[in-house]
């Protein structure tokens, strides 16, 4: 089946720098991926819709410049968190969707970011 | 707009007892359902789905019927396993069109003791 693999499982970084998260789907196309925010007591948050070749869409309150989304190819979109703050703290989930049609979503193992 | 709400948790069972999680929808379309779950420390995985009313979803034991009379997809399990403890997301997702935005439930821990 599809897989979608995401990279760092977790990352700690100091407040002020950024920190890069990738999404890649390992065996599909995909056209559109999912960012989220995974907050505790599990709530996901939709962060932004990525297609590839385009800008990505933000939901709103989250913030484009701090939330940097490229989806340069069908097969990668990376999640940039720059100038992460203690707040930015969180689980991160990516998701994608073949350009098969299937609409069926599937997560990356999430990434774990702790700013210090 | 569209939404889903779920029971809230933490549920805590024995094992070997019933389960039930329900899951409720709004949907201005014909949105397919859908069951994820997520294991400590990891991604979500799809547990399973249905996408038309009376279909009915299964995998590893678990199933949901599709009821667009109730606009439910309520997650059921005869017998839980201390390998189920997990939280479990119901979601739905309008159309069949690639980069349909999905909308999920707030999730539901379910805790199994042996």
């Known amino acids: 089946g599809a897989v979608v693999s995401q990279h760092p499982s977790r990352v700690i970084c100091k407040s002020g720098t950024s920190v890069k998260i990738e999404c890649r789907s390992l065996?599909?196309?995909?056209?559109?991926m999912f960012w989220y925010r995974q907050f505790p007591k599990q709530s996901l948050m939709l962060m932004a819709t990525?297609?590839?070749?385009?800008?990505?869409?933000?939901e709103q309150g989250v913030e484009k410049d701090k939330f940097l989304i490229n989806h340069a190819s069908l097969t990668l979109s990376t999640l940039t968190v720059t100038s992460a703050h203690p707040e930015d703290s969180s689980f991160y989930i990516c998701s994608a969707t073949s350009s098969s049609g299937a609409n069926v979503l599937t997560f990356g193992a999430g990434s774990r970011l702790t700013v210090l | 707009g569209d939404s889903v709400t779920q029971m809230e948790g933490p549920v805590t069972l024995s094992e070997e007892a019933f389960l039930t999680i329900n899951c409720t929808y709004t949907?201005?379309?014909?949105?397919?359902l859908f069951w994820y779950v997520q294991y400590p420390g990891e991604g979500l995985q799809l547990l399973l789905k249905a996408t038309k009313a009376d279909d009915k979803g299964s995998n590893k034991g678990f199933e949901a019927t599709y009821r667009k009379e109730t606009t439910s997809f309520h997650l059921e399990k005869g017998s839980v396993q201390v390998s189920d403890s997990a939280v479990y997301f119901c979601?739905?997702?309008?159309?069949?069109?690639?980069?349909?935005?999905?909308?999920f439930g707030t999730g539901t821990s379910l805790t199994v003791i042996p």
């Open positions: 065996d599909f196309q995909a056209t559109t």
């Open positions: 990525s297609n590839e070749g385009s800008k990505a869409t933000y």
């Open positions: 949907a201005t379309g014909y949105p397919s």
């Open positions: 979601a739905l997702s309008e159309g069949f069109s690639v980069g349909n935005q999905f909308y």
